[in-house]
């Protein structure tokens, strides 16, 4: 009884023994292929040669070269208005007209007194000569017909202000009063007169980008009016001088508009090209990294992953110009690059 209880004893531990080597074995296989598993699949390319452009962006508003506000510069009832919005006007054309009613009749007394004061210069002049009055006598009648002709200036002066005309050639873009309105000198606006052949653009470029805009740059204007029309612009005028508060510079960019398809207050952007490098190397944006020390890519070498540091320039299209780090030939990784380690192996998908 003892032995056989000693046999059935032994034959349990034995089997007990196997099933820990088969445990063993099994969990052995399971690590291997969680290992194999885990090692990331990556697909590369090789840097591409291509010609790239630096170009700076700019938005801004659209703006006529020239532009103003016409105002009256007498006070008075308007008698009639010869123009309307949209009404293209030449240089000195007469836009409305201020009721000249009482202006004429102070220029007429004016003109009255001017004269009684030359005759009363030249009877004076007369006496004198004759020497029947003094000096001063024919001093204050000068004076005085010289005064008497600076006010019949003044009122032939107001009176032809009384004809509002154009101070340069345009279109008028807004009409704001009607005749029969009372204007008042300097205050009520009449119209807003634009030139239109050519429009302006003012830009902020950054402080270490004003050595690169130069005078006479070409400019690239692209608006949402139009989707995929680009007018041509240049480089007209500098601010000379940095707005403290943003550390940047006012620049003009003037555009030609003969079609009037540029409207004042259109959204722009505005591209300038400051350099091109020909033959640059370049890689997808997506395959860099960045750390603390800077940018990086991997290369995959004979199945494992080598981390390098490189040197950007200009991106465009979505691809980045290597400036340094490769020579061109490399298989870099731009699919899976995040899942790699430094010297870590690799599977390229192919």
Known sequence: MILKRKYIIAIACAVLFIALIVI??????SGADTRRQSIPVVKTEHPLRQNVTYNLLYTADVAAIQAAGIYPKVSGTLDRVYVDMGTPVRRGQMLALIDTTELSQTRAQAAATAQNARLTYHRTKDLYDQKLVAAQDLENADAGMK?????????TTRLDYARITAPFGGTITKRSLDPGAVVSALSSTLFMLMDLDRMKIIINVLEQDIPRVTMGLEA??????????????KVSKFAEAVDLSTRTMAVEVDIPNPGHLLRP?????????????????????????????????????????????????????????ILSGLEGTEDVITTGQQFVRNNGPVVVQH
Not at 220 to 233: I, L, M, R
Not at 266 to 279: K, R, S
């Open 265 to 321: 207050g259109m959204f722009a952007t505005v591209t300038l090209t400051v350099g091109e490098h020909a033959d640059a190397l370049t890689l997808p944006t997506q395959a860099f990294l960045k750390d603390d020390q800077g940018l990086y890519i991997f290369v995959a070498r004979q199945d494992t992953a080598r981390r390098m540091r490189v040197s950007t320039g200009n991106e465009l299209n979505s691809r980045t110009e």
């Open 220 to 233: 690239s204007v692209t608006v949402d009016a139009y989707p995929g029309k680009k007018f041509t612009g």
């Open 24 to 29: 063993r074995v099994a969990t052995g296989d």
């Open 147 to 155: 005064v008497a002709v600076a006010a019949l200036d003044v009122a």
